[in-house]
Each structure stands twice: as C-alpha cells, then as structure tokens.
C-alpha cells in the first residue's frame, strides 16, 4: 500500500519528530509515503530553510528507506514575498509535488498576486510531472472546487482532493476533470461509498493523514495513542476501504 498523506513537523503544540513519522509508517508495511511538513503551516515562526532542513535530514537519516518517502512541497503564498524560488527548492531536495493548505495559508484567488502564484506552481508541476495534494473542507474558502480553473487548465497535473469535501462538488470536480482524485484522510464509510457508486473508485487514493490522526484521536477520546499503535489503527482504515475498492 501507499499513502499519500502523511504529515511531519508542528502540529499546533505537538512536534512530530519526522524519523519517528516515517519509520512508524514503513515499519507498518507501507511501500511508500508521499509527506509534507505541516511545520510549513505556521509561517510566523518557521521560515522555509527550516523546513528544509528537516527534510533534508530526515532523507539521509531514513538511510536506504529514503527512496520510499516522497517528500511534497507544502507551498505557502508567502513564500513568493520571501523570495523562494521553486526551481532552487526542487533543485535542494527530491520533491514530488506541492501540498497546498488553502485554509490554512490563506489562498485568496480573487488576490491578482496569489493567481500568479497558483499559476506558477501548476505550471511548473504540469511540466515536472508532479502530483498535487490540496486540502478542502467545508469552511466555504477550501472547497473541493475552489481550484476548479487550475484543474481545467493543467490537464495533465494530477490533483488530489484530500477529505473530498464538501463531497458532492468533489464528486462533482472528478466527473469534470479526469486529471482529478481525492484521497481517503478523514473520509466516512458513507462518503467512499458515494464516490464509488458514483462511479469512481479508480479515483480514490490512500491517504491517513497520519500523525494528525492521533491529535484528533486525543481531543475526542482524551487519550494519546502511541504513534506505532495510532498507525496501526489508520493502516486498517486505508487497507478495509482499498478492499471496498478493490471489490467494486
Ligand atoms: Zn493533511
């Protein structure tokens, strides 16, 4: 199995050291992990060379196992004002697409600047081959078709709808777009079956979301799950609904 969405860094007051995420996730039997360092989301305490730097020493401390975890770019529109070029990003570290977080980072589209950032991005992954994790939810400034021109536009960019919400304009956004998927991270039973009689299973991918699955365990449940059994928990989630899949 691959997941692809895994997360290392700051999480609001957690740190998730990276070598502890990644090792946690291959140890579980996962081939590959497509991750991003969610430290990117606050941009008032960390600049990006740290975020780099962090990569970039998980990569050589996970050793021969690197080849198995894809890092992705979590792009901030903030980054343009401080001057971090894309190409010299993708030139230090082996990235295999972008993370955008459009509720997080404040993606205003009616913003000229911000449009050219967007366009930049895509461009740039449409000619790299690269694959792009979005997140949306139902706040009305990350939904599943906020991005809709872009997916039109960069045809050949594969887009992935992380949570597919709200759900029905994710459903919505893969009827219209061949190059779009969603992924599975925080996804009900009742929304993947949507999808799948809607007629797209083969447009489903894995993803836990992984370790903000165990933030979100603890503020529910009040416990905090070790890493290794709070993995052991998404892995049976992503392996029960790639079965769903599989039998549709
Ligand atoms: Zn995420």
Same mark, same amino acid.
């Given at each position: 199995?691959?997941?692809?969405?895994?997360? *290392?860094?700051?999480?609001?007051?957690?740190?998730? =050291?990276?070598?502890?995420?990644?090792?946690?996730?291959?140890?579980?039997? *996962?081939?590959?992990?497509?991750?991003?360092? *969610?430290?990117?989301?606050?941009?008032?305490?960390?600049?990006?060379?740290?975020?780099?730097?962090?990569?970039?020493?998980?990569?050589?401390? /996970?050793?021969?196992?690197?080849?198995?975890?894809?890092?992705?770019?979590?792009?901030?529109?903030?980054?343009?004002?401080?001057?971090?070029? +894309?190409?010299?990003? &993708?030139?230090?570290?082996?990235?295999?697409?972008?993370?955008?977080?459009? /509720?997080?980072?404040?993606?205003?589209?009616?913003?000229?600047?911000?449009?050219?950032?967007?366009?930049?991005?895509?461009?740039? %992954?449409?000619? @790299?081959?690269?694959?792009?994790?979005?997140?949306?939810?139902?706040?009305?400034? =990350?939904? $599943?078709?906020? &991005?809709? =021109?872009?997916?039109?536009?960069?045809?050949?960019?594969?887009? $992935?709808?992380?949570?597919?919400?709200? /759900?029905?304009?994710?459903?919505?956004?893969?009827?219209?777009?061949?190059?779009?998927?969603?992924?599975? $991270? &925080?996804?009900? /039973?009742?929304?993947? @079956?949507?999808? +799948?009689? %809607?007629? &797209? %299973?083969?447009? *489903?991918?894995?993803?836990? =979301?992984?370790?903000?699955?165990?933030?979100?365990?603890?503020?529910?449940?009040?416990?905090?799950?070790?890493?290794?059994?709070?993995?052991?928990?998404?892995?049976?989630?992503?392996?029960?609904? @790639?079965?769903?899949?599989?039998?549709?």
């Amino acid at each position: 199995m691959i997941d692809t969405h895994i997360h *290392i860094g700051q999480f609001k007051d957690r740190y998730y =050291d990276p070598l502890e995420v990644l090792t946690t996730v291959f140890e579980a039997g *996962i081939k590959e992990a497509f991750f991003s360092s *969610i430290t990117a989301s606050d941009t008032a305490t960390f600049t990006y060379s740290a975020i780099e730097r962090e990569i970039s020493e998980v990569l050589s401390a /996970l050793g021969t196992s690197s080849d198995r975890a894809k890092p992705l770019l979590w792009y901030v529109p903030e980054y343009a004002k401080q001057g971090i070029n +894309i190409e010299k990003a &993708f030139k230090n570290l082996p990235y295999c697409g972008f993370k955008i977080h459009p /509720l997080e980072n404040k993606w205003d589209l009616s913003d000229k600047n911000t449009v050219a950032i967007a366009n930049e991005i895509f461009e740039y %992954a449409q000619q @790299n081959n690269l694959f792009v994790l979005i997140h949306t939810g139902n706040s009305g400034v =990350d939904a $599943a078709n906020k &991005f809709n =021109d872009f997916f039109r536009k960069y045809s050949r960019v594969k887009f $992935a709808l992380a949570h597919a919400r709200p /759900l029905a304009q994710a459903i919505d956004m893969l009827s219209k777009y061949p190059n779009v998927c969603v992924d599975t $991270a &925080f996804l009900s /039973l009742e929304s993947l @079956n949507e999808i +799948i009689n %809607a007629g &797209f %299973a083969s447009r *489903i991918l894995l993803g836990s =979301d992984f370790p903000v699955t165990q933030y979100f365990h603890h503020q529910i449940s009040k416990e905090w799950r070790t890493l290794k059994k709070q993995y052991e928990e998404d892995a049976k989630q992503m392996k029960l609904y @790639n079965e769903i899949i599989k039998r549709s």
